[in-house]
């Protein structure tokens, strides 16, 4: 290691800090050489405690302080989403370094908002983008290639109509795009964190993944498979691993919740809580749904994984997304559409899609006519 750093900067438990202190175990360079069995035997922890002490040492993700200037340069980044009013609620788009976290009831337009930031993470440099990569983990299934391409081909389409495409951008096609999205379906909790273990691995040399997605952590609870408070550890371990991949690697994570209103007692509940008994609702809340008519200490944990959030809702037949949670103030909204292009400002002249899976493969007649100040606001 190139210089030493102290045991207690590395998130270890305040426990395992003492004793390590206690028995003069200070810097990360007096265990670095030691085995779990030699650095327990030393200090009197167990072989598992030291285990994860010398994986903490040695893990790459661990981040050495910053100065005040680079934080602020980095505050700076964004992933645009393609939709103005949603870019300026969120401070300019997806903050690269942190979570975000978009909570909606089915329909709303919650995957087409990972499939539109797909290919905005991919935007070149010269016109501000990120130029990455994708990660995107499917735990519903509900992913379309086919969608995608579609989205795809607006945005390119969008982008050329203000010529905001120069010839460093010949090669950033739909073909391109697809070619960069890495699609993992993952149906259980062990299988997500699998494919988080397997992202810098990915990464490679010249860390080009960008952004990883999440659609969705409400993965359902298989009966008397996973206690639920293993289950809960498991979705905040996944969490704080994003987060440290979030802020080694300079990219941006987008996870995806559900929720259903309610409307005969104007309350918000979980997707899968409806109709629930006492034991399903316990599931749930411990699930990773969010609920906010029936609250508990594991929820409000959860709901400190994330640096952002987002919620999606029908507000007069409208689509509405309302800043709930942010470092840069809350209580900010944007009323916005999913077109055939995906998701854009609510303008009167274009036609929405009905769904979240609806697959349309015309241009709308505003694209086909609107202006060019329309457009390049709608790409922020």
């Not at 691993?241 to 209103?261: C, K, Q, S």
């Not at 929820?299 to 997304?321: P, Q």
Request: proline share 3%.
């Amino acid at each position: 290691m190139s210089s030493a750093q102290l045991l207690s900067s590395f998130g270890l438990c305040s426990r395992v800090v003492r004793k390590l202190l206690e028995t003069d175990f200070m810097y990360d360079a007096d265990v670095e050489d030691l085995t779990p069995t030699e650095l327990s035997a030393a200090s009197g922890l167990d072989v598992d405690d030291c285990a994860e002490v010398i994986r903490s040492v040695s893990d790459p993700l661990n981040v050495k302080p910053r100065t005040v200037l680079q934080l602020l340069d980095d505050e700076d980044k964004y992933i645009v989403t393609f939709c103005k009013g949603l870019d300026d609620i969120l401070g300019g788009g997806l903050p690269v370094g942190a979570i975000t976290e978009v909570i909606g009831p089915p329909g709303i337009g919650k995957t087409q908002l990972c499939l539109q930031v797909c290919i905005a993470a991919q935007l070149p440099t010269s016109i501000s983008g990120v130029d990455g990569e994708v990660v995107y983990i499917d735990t519903e299934g509900s992913f379309s290639a086919r969608r995608l391409k579609e989205v795809a081909v607006h945005a390119i389409q969008h982008l050329k109509t203000v010529n905001l495409l120069d010839s460093d951008a010949v090669n950033f096609t739909a073909e391109s795009v697809l070619s960069r999205v890495h699609y993992f379906r993952c149906h259980s909790l062990f299988e997500v964190m699998a494919t988080i273990k397997y992202v810098p691995v990915l990464q490679g040399e010249n860390q080009r993944i960008k952004l990883i997605i999440v659609d969705s952590i409400a993965i359902p609870v298989v009966q008397d498979y996973l206690d639920h408070r293993m289950h809960r550890q498991l979705q905040c371990h996944a969490a704080q691993e994003l987060t440290g991949l979030a802020v080694a690697y300079d990219l941006a994570v987008l996870f995806v919740n559900h929720l259903t209103e309610d409307k005969g007692h104007g309350t918000t509940e979980s997707y899968e809580s409806r109709n629930y008994t006492s034991k399903q609702l316990l599931s749930n809340e411990l699930e990773g749904n969010v609920t906010e008519n029936s609250t508990g200490k594991s929820t409000e944990a959860w709901s400190h994984c994330f640096d952002i959030k987002i919620k999606f809702n029908w507000e007069s037949g409208i689509r509405v997304a309302r800043l709930i949670k942010s470092p840069h103030g809350s209580n900010l909204a944007a009323k916005f559409q999913v077109t055939a292009g995906g998701i854009r400002d609510l303008i009167e002249d274009e036609v929405p899609l009905t769904d979240d899976k609806t697959q349309s493969t015309s241009f709308t007649n505003a694209e086909r006519q609107g202006s060019k100040k329309r457009k390049l606001e709608n790409l922020t």
